[in-house]
Structure formats: C-alpha cells, structure tokens
C-alpha cells in the first residue's frame, strides 16, 4: 500500500484565528484547500495566555505608545504548536526583508511554513530572536496586523503547488522570475471604445507576436520598475555578433 505524501502546511499564529481562512477559503486556494492539497491551522495566540485576564500584551519597555507582544507568551504558542525543525518559522512584519517571487518559490517547495502575525506595536525582540522568527514584509507600507500579509504569502505559495494552477501558472512565472513585468493582455471583442486590439497580436506571426510582447515587457519594466531593470540590464547575455570579451 501507498501512503499520501503530506500536503503542504501553513500554521498560522494569530489574535485573530477567525480571520482565517478568510478569501484563502475561496477561488483557487479554497478549492486546493477544501481538495486537499494543503493545509491551514490557524492558532490562537491568546490560548497561551496564563494570566486571569489572558493578556498577551504590555507597555513597552523605555516608554512610547502602544503595546509590545509579550515574549513568554508567543514563546508558549510556538512551543504548543509543535513544529517540525525543518519547516520554516516566519514573522510578518513591515521590517522584514521583502517578500520575493524566489522565497515564495522555495518555501512552496518546503513543507510549509509557521507563520506569526503581528499585532500592536511590535513583539517583545527576545522571542524573535529565542525562536529564531525570520521577519518577512510584504511591501514599504504598514499594515495594522500582520495577518492579510501572512494570507498573501501563503496565497502566493498555494498557486505554486502541484495540482493547484496547471499549466495556468507558467507563463506569468516565468516573466517574473526573469525579472520583467507582464506585456498587456487584449480577448475580445476586436474594438472596445474606439479601441482595437494591436494589430500584430491577431497577425498569426508568432514570432512578431512574441518579439512584441518581450518589447512590451521591456518597456513596462524599464517605467515603472527602475530597480528591476537595472538589475536586468546588468545580466543581459551579449548579442548575436556582439564580441565577447572573454572570447580573446
Ligand atoms: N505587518 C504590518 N505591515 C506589514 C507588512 N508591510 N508586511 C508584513 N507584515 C506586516
């Protein structure tokens, strides 16, 4: 007899377990999930409260406004969470380094991570480091918790799965994991507003099709992604009849 590989985890840590599974519940990642292609647990942080009034929060030391996460008590829901060594421990937090479709990439491969969601003013830095929480941003903006930045990581991971997207997924991987944002999309109908789909893209001519669409993303990446195209720029291959320097 077989056994079934285990699918793909996400534990979630949170304040706010009822958030979840959230839009995670619907579209593409809700039917994996309601098929059994990955998992989702989220926990509640303030279970692990031991005070009568279950705080899981205090001032934070030095002064200033707001609360701090307490260390012992994220350190007890880590513990009880029983994670596996090899799964990844993350922390969301506009801190973190950010996101990239490479890290989604490779934790999609993994066994899924524990993911801690932030809330108040920050979490006491002993457990971060105590746990070893690798910290994680979605982006330079701040969110008022962590947990919609934990739900567009794991959505990210779950469309990579196998069984999730088919053959779906390649085309827009492959144009971001080269560096370059997507060239424009046109269905139809032929004229919209006075506005009609690029003539080359109802040609028939591959070729011309795909050095449009290449031009297309070339142009985009280079306005809008200074950052992106630089990095591009500087791993061009040569062209053809373009000397190489390393040819003598
Ligand atoms: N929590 C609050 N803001 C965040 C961000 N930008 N990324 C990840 N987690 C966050």
Same mark, same amino acid.
């Given at each position: 007899?077989?056994? @079934?590989?285990?699918?793909?985890?996400?534990?979630?840590?949170?304040?706010?377990?009822?958030?979840?599974?959230?839009?995670?519940? $619907?579209?593409?990642?809700?039917?994996?999930?309601?098929?059994?292609?990955?998992?989702?647990?989220?926990?509640?942080?303030?279970?692990?409260?031991?005070?009568?009034?279950?705080? $899981?929060?205090?001032?934070?030391?030095?002064?200033?406004?707001?609360?701090?996460? %307490?260390?012992?008590?994220?350190?007890?829901?880590?513990?009880?969470?029983?994670?596996?060594? &090899?799964?990844?421990?993350?922390?969301?937090?506009?801190?973190?380094?950010? #996101?990239?479709?490479? @890290?989604?990439?490779?934790?999609?491969?993994?066994?899924?991570?524990?993911?801690?969601?932030? %809330?108040?003013?920050?979490?006491?830095?002993?457990?971060? *480091?105590?746990?070893? #929480?690798?910290?994680?941003?979605?982006?330079? +903006? $701040?969110?008022?918790?962590? &947990?919609?930045?934990?739900?567009?990581?794991?959505?990210?991971?779950? %469309?990579?799965?196998?069984? $999730?997207?088919?053959? /779906?997924?390649?085309?827009? *991987?492959?144009?971001?994991? &080269?560096?370059?944002? &997507? +060239?424009?999309? +046109?269905? %139809?109908? /032929? *004229?919209?507003?006075?506005?009609?789909?690029? *003539?080359?893209?109802?040609?028939?001519?591959?070729?011309?099709?795909?050095?449009?669409?290449?031009? /297309?993303?070339?142009?985009?990446?280079?306005?809008?992604?200074?950052?992106?195209?630089?990095?591009?720029?500087? @791993?061009?291959?040569?062209?053809?009849?373009?000397?190489?320097?390393?040819?003598?």
């Amino acid at each position: 007899m077989t056994s @079934q590989p285990t699918p793909w985890r996400a534990t979630v840590l949170t304040l706010f377990p009822d958030m979840f599974p959230g839009p995670l519940g $619907v579209s593409l990642a809700g039917k994996a999930l309601a098929g059994g292609l990955w998992t989702l647990e989220a926990r509640d942080i303030r279970a692990s409260a031991t005070d009568k009034h279950r705080s $899981v929060d205090d001032t934070p030391a030095g002064g200033g406004p707001g609360m701090v996460l %307490r260390a012992d008590v994220l350190a007890v829901a880590i513990d009880a969470a029983g994670i596996a060594p &090899e799964r990844p421990r993350l922390l969301m937090s506009p801190r973190g380094r950010p #996101l990239t479709q490479a @890290q989604v990439t490779a934790l999609a491969a993994g066994p899924g991570p524990l993911i801690v969601c932030g %809330r108040f003013e920050g979490i006491d830095q002993r457990v971060i *480091e105590a746990r070893a #929480l690798e910290e994680v941003s979605i982006g330079d +903006y $701040v969110l008022s918790g962590g &947990e919609i930045a934990a739900m567009a990581l794991i959505d990210a991971c779950v %469309r990579l799965l196998p069984g $999730v997207m088919g053959k /779906q997924a390649s085309g827009t *991987e492959e144009s971001f994991s &080269e560096g370059l944002l &997507e +060239y424009p999309q +046109y269905t %139809r109908p /032929q *004229e919209f507003e006075g506005r009609p789909i690029p *003539e080359i893209l109802i040609s028939g001519d591959h070729a011309k099709v795909a050095a449009w669409r290449l031009a /297309q993303s070339e142009a985009l990446t280079a306005a809008r992604r200074p950052d992106l195209w630089t990095r591009k720029a500087g @791993q061009k291959p040569l062209g053809r009849g373009t000397k190489n320097t390393t040819d003598g």
